[in-house]
């Protein structure tokens, strides 16, 4: 008898953890997927070392959000579109298997322009308006990377550690979708002809903007040009984890010292 509940337990613990398994894949695949910020391109929204996650079902699937690349290139299926503002991971269109993060201006129809460092839409400004300078904690995983010797500026934080300060402007879409990004210096990028978006595509930006390669270069010189609906992974949703890079692999204390507390639990602005 105890040989014959022996062999039971084991069937049942495997049976556990496949079910297990199966729910996992099906959550990642079809709910949430986790995506970890690599570069300081979405700042101030988003800094290197924030991990989230991102909600698969709003945009629907295609061979780019599903596992194994199944389904065919060109083609979606459920879903809605992306709304002005979304923040949106995806597949790079220019090949490979790296997903970016950025955020979405233009839509299908859009004519989408930038001047003199301010947003055009369909001929009109989008406003921009100056606040308060972005103080971000230097850290391991985030230097004060700037554009431009002349734009580095190292200032005394609150807490009296050093911080590197950003300009930083609240930008309003039409609609009201509002959020707040860096514009650093003047760059080529700042100036650019109409770009039309045709059907099928997004134009997205960084909001850290003239430290973001997006849809105002094309693929070929490492942009993401113009953004093919069918590369769209999912939208940000939350952050469920953050780390200044300090921590050791070795050292799951370190974890705990490394963790940017007041980040976790954020929403990623909309």
Same mark, same amino acid.
């Given at each position: 008898m105890r040989?014959?509940?022996?062999?039971?337990?084991?069937?049942?613990?495997? $049976?556990? !953890?496949?079910?297990?398994?199966?729910?996992?894949?099906?959550?990642?695949?079809?709910?949430?997927? +986790?995506?970890?910020?690599?570069?300081?391109s979405m700042l101030p929204t988003l800094m290197i070392g924030d991990f989230l996650f991102v909600a698969k079902w709003p945009y629907g699937y295609s061979a780019a959000s599903l596992p194994f690349g199944a389904g065919s290139d060109?083609?979606?299926w459920l879903g809605a579109a992306p709304e002005r503002g979304d923040?949106?991971?995806? $597949?790079? +269109? %220019?090949?490979? @298997?790296?997903?970016?993060?950025? $955020?979405?201006? %233009?839509? +299908?129809? @859009?004519?989408?322009?930038?001047?003199?460092?301010s947003l055009w839409l369909n001929g009109e400004p989008v406003p921009k308006t100056r606040i308060a300078?972005?103080?971000?904690?230097?850290?391991?995983?985030?230097?004060?990377r700037t554009v431009g010797e002349e734009s580095e500026r190292i200032v005394e934080g609150p807490d %009296? !550690?050093?911080?590197?300060?950003?300009?930083?402007?609240?930008?309003?879409?039409?609609g009201g979708r509002s959020y707040a990004i860096l514009d650093q210096a003047r760059i +080529?990028?700042? @100036?650019?002809?109409?770009? !039309?978006?045709?059907e099928g595509h997004y134009f997205v930006m960084g909001d850290n903007r003239d430290d973001s390669e997006d849809s105002r270069f094309p693929t070929s010189v490492g942009g993401v040009g113009l953004l093919p609906a069918d590369k769209l992974i999912?939208?940000?949703?939350?952050?469920?984890?953050?780390? @200044?890079?300090?921590?050791?692999?070795?050292?799951?204390?370190?974890?705990?010292?490394?963790a940017r507390w007041d980040r976790i639990g954020r929403s990623v602005e909309r």
């Open positions: 040989k014959s509940r022996g062999k039971g337990g084991l069937w049942e613990t495997v $049976r556990f !953890a496949a079910i297990l398994f199966v729910i996992a894949l099906l959550l990642r695949t079809f709910i949430v997927a +986790p995506f970890s910020i690599p570069s300081g060109g083609e979606r923040v949106v991971v995806f $597949r790079y +269109p %220019g090949g490979g @298997d790296d997903d970016y993060i950025k $955020r979405v201006i %233009g839509l +299908p129809g @859009d004519t989408v322009q930038m001047r003199d460092g300078d972005y103080l971000m904690p230097i850290s391991l995983n985030s230097p004060c %009296g !550690a050093p911080v590197c300060a950003y300009p930083r402007y609240r930008e309003t879409l039409p +080529p990028a700042d @100036d650019t002809l109409p770009i !039309a978006v045709p999912g939208r940000a949703a939350i952050l469920f984890f953050s780390t @200044d890079g300090s921590a050791a692999f070795s050292n799951p204390a370190s974890w705990v010292r490394a």
